[in-house]
């Protein structure tokens, strides 16, 4: 009790002092000073903060940072927690709730409002990301300009992180020719029993791309995902479609050889069945990605977008990468040749530009789904 | 008068009992029930009952009232004969006891661990079926029923047969050998002494024994989604559904509508079992 509330009266101490003597240096406009507490809240860039070395300054500082919702096992953030603890020592990171999901990281927000234990910044599914936006604080990381248009919002309210492509992961020992080459393979009668969804497209946000991919596949639209509805119909009246939901255990034990899947989800099969591959079809590309933010009300602003512009480093996209998540600079990585060519080549293979869902074409897939999918697998 | 008058405490031993049930039964059933008849904005409507003349909660009314019915007379059947061969057999004997306790870890085996067990056997391809499908019997050359109803029926019955062995033994117990000598000395036949002294005791404590069996399977959820996970075939699953969706077909309302028309079925039922648990108890005494 006593050692307790000495070395948090301590820490304390060490913190006014940090401050104080970053306070100190501020006027002076040397490159290394830290920018203030009030500007780091509001700086919209590293050199709103004044550059790069500033907002280092201004986040050893504030000498924390808090994370949530991040799985050590999920897109490789043990190793990215690790990588910038190691680069910037004297910043603690606390991750709260490793198992939450997106819906829980904006509840922190809110609930938690200013206090010091409330989450810095988020990394969370899209639908959250649009519908709350009102909680961030609009930053650009220096690499800003290789995110593509379509993927972040203008002013910096969310920016896409890491994502992969809609898959149709399969057993090449348990399917017809040991390959699939196109989404018509599927109708073949060597699929019966054979292919399944992970979830029902009505709840899960990774079956509605799945049945979203095949329909662009059979030609439908973002807008339209009526073919692709028709499609799982005939599929589930050829007897090929299986009703349950893909899981590891299902995937291994043999009863769902062929799954559309998140390519980076599927990809993970491959540890338990040796002959698991995945093939992404050239021309129904769709993208999924999960974004970052800044909290508006983060308690640590400044290690905030510290952390931002650590993700979005190459170093930061490479540790996604080996976590066979795509990093969204991943193209232009590619171009300047810093992108980890081991990890890169172990990623399945996609030739061609993917799509993305917006927000109105997802409410258009869910709505259309909602009356019609029950019926078309019965 | 005043000092004759006595503080009773008798109640004060049922306040853990009430507390408990309070807390996990009346107090989520008045949720449901307010939540019931709240639209998103939180005032008073009647549009989530709406909802449940929507086809496909029709559709998992239908599903879950005839699946639940289904398996509860055909695990009630079942089980009373095995549960006859056990009361006439030896009290003390070695399948007596071993049915039992057997049948009181049956009872209580379901949800997904039961669901995976019938995939990993029967299922397209479990063992079970891969044998049977090399030694000429296909049993799915007409379709994957056991991703069906049918199919949820068979992984039912896992748990029901078990459960009517259990609730039904007691009651054939009951049955004293010495009316069946009765009636045979009075020149009755078997068919006599069933239809008029044994067959009327039973009647009721098997009719009620099915109904308990109608609602362990209308409530069961964990199972039926392992097993069909598409298109929420009953009536829990579009409650889940309806909660969690992910991609945003968020109605918390109407969820709470679909709870309590559950709870309005199985309070019928429940109100039959207990009626038809009267008869038959002064009958048996």
Redesign the interface.
């Given at each position: 009790m006593k050692l307790g509330s000495l070395s948090r009266r301590l820490g304390v101490a060490v913190v006014a002092f940090v401050l104080l003597a970053a306070c100190g240096s501020a006027p002076s406009g040397n490159s290394s000073s830290a920018c203030s507490e009030s500007t780091a809240k509001t700086a919209t860039s590293a050199s709103a903060c004044g550059g790069m070395s500033a907002l280092v300054a201004a986040a050893n500082a504030e000498g924390k940072l808090n994370v949530i919702a991040l799985p050590p096992d999920w897109a490789n953030y043990g190793a990215i927690i690790s990588g910038f603890q190691a680069k910037y020592p004297s910043i603690k990171i606390t991750s709260d709730n490793p198992n939450g999901s997106s819906q829980d990281e904006v509840d922190a927000v809110t609930h938690l409002g200013t206090s010091s234990r409330a989450p810095d910044v988020l990394d969370i599914g899209m639908a959250v990301a649009l519908a709350n936006t009102s909680l961030f604080a609009p930053y650009k990381v220096a690499t800003w300009g290789d995110i593509l248009d379509s993927q972040k919002e203008p002013t910096g309210l969310w920016f896409q992180d890491y994502g992969g492509f809609m898959s149709i992961g399969y057993d090449s020992s348990k399917v017809p020719g040991g390959t699939i080459s196109s989404v018509d393979d599927l109708m073949g009668s060597g699929f019966k029993g054979k292919v399944a969804l992970n979830g029902d497209p009505t709840k899960a946000n990774a079956a509605l791309n799945g049945v979203m991919m095949i329909n662009l596949a059979k030609g439908g639209s973002l807008d339209d995902i009526s073919k692709g509805v028709d499609f799982f119909h005939q599929l589930r009246q050829a007897k090929n479609f299986v009703p349950i939901q893909a899981t590891t255990a299902t995937v291994k034990n043999g009863t769902t050889p062929v799954v559309l899947d998140w390519d980076y989800l599927s990809a993970a099969h491959g540890k338990d069945v040796s002959t698991w591959k995945v093939f992404v079809p050239s021309n129904a590309i769709l993208g999924g990605y999960y974004a970052q933010a800044v909290s508006k009300t983060a308690p640590h602003p400044a290690a905030a977008r510290l952390w931002e512009e650590y993700l979005y480093s190459d170093e930061g996209q490479n540790l996604w990468l080996k976590g066979l998540a795509r990093p969204v600079r991943q193209a232009a990585m590619q171009q300047s040749g810093k992108i980890d060519a081991a990890a890169a080549a172990a990623l399945p293979p996609v030739n061609g530009t993917p799509v993305f869902l917006s927000a109105d074409q997802a409410t258009a897939a869910k709505t259309y789904l909602s009356t019609h999918w029950a019926a078309a697998i019965a | 008068m005043l000092g004759g008058r006595r503080l009773r405490l008798d109640w004060v031993g049922t306040v853990p009992f009430l507390a408990y049930v309070g807390v996990f039964l009346f107090v989520p059933t008045v949720i449901i029930a307010v939540g019931a008849f709240l639209d998103d904005g939180g005032s008073f409507s009647l549009s989530n009952f709406a909802g449940l003349f929507q086809?496909?909660v029709v559709?998992a009314t239908v599903n879950t009232v005839l699946l639940s019915a289904v398996t509860a007379v055909i695990g009630a059947v079942l089980g009373a004969l095995l549960a006859y061969a056990i009361a006439t057999g030896n009290p003390d004997g070695v399948f007596r006891r071993a049915v039992v306790s057997a049948s009181g870890v049956l009872a209580q085996f379901g949800g997904v661990t039961l669901a995976?067990a019938f995939?990993?056997t029967i299922?397209?391809?479990?063992f079970v079926y891969l044998f049977a499908q090399q030694h000429g019997l296909d049993f799915?050359a007409n379709?994957?029923w056991i991703?069906d109803l049918r199919g949820l029926a068979l992984v039912y019955l896992y748990f029901q047969i078990p459960l009517m062995v259990l609730v039904f033994l007691p009651a054939l117990d009951g049955i004293k050998p010495q009316w069946r000598e009765a009636a045979e000395s009075l020149g009755g036949r078997t068919w006599h002494y069933w239809r008029y002294v044994a067959g009327p005791l039973l009647l009721p404590s098997f009719l009620g024994a099915t109904l308990l069996l109608f609602a362990n399977s209308f409530s069961a959820y964990a199972t039926a989604n392992?097993?069909?996970?598409?298109?929420?075939?009953v009536l829990a699953q579009q409650i889940?559904?309806f909660i969690?969706?992910?991609?945003?077909?968020h109605k918390p309302g109407l969820a709470n509508a679909i709870a309590l028309e559950m709870i309005a079925i199985v309070v019928v039922a429940t109100v039959l079992y207990s009626l038809l648990q009267r008869r038959s108890s002064r009958w048996l005494q």
């Open positions: - | 086809s496909d559709t995976f995939i990993a299922g397209p391809a479990g799915y379709g994957y991703y392992a097993l069909i996970n598409q298109g929420n075939p889940s559904g969690s969706s992910e991609v945003g077909l």
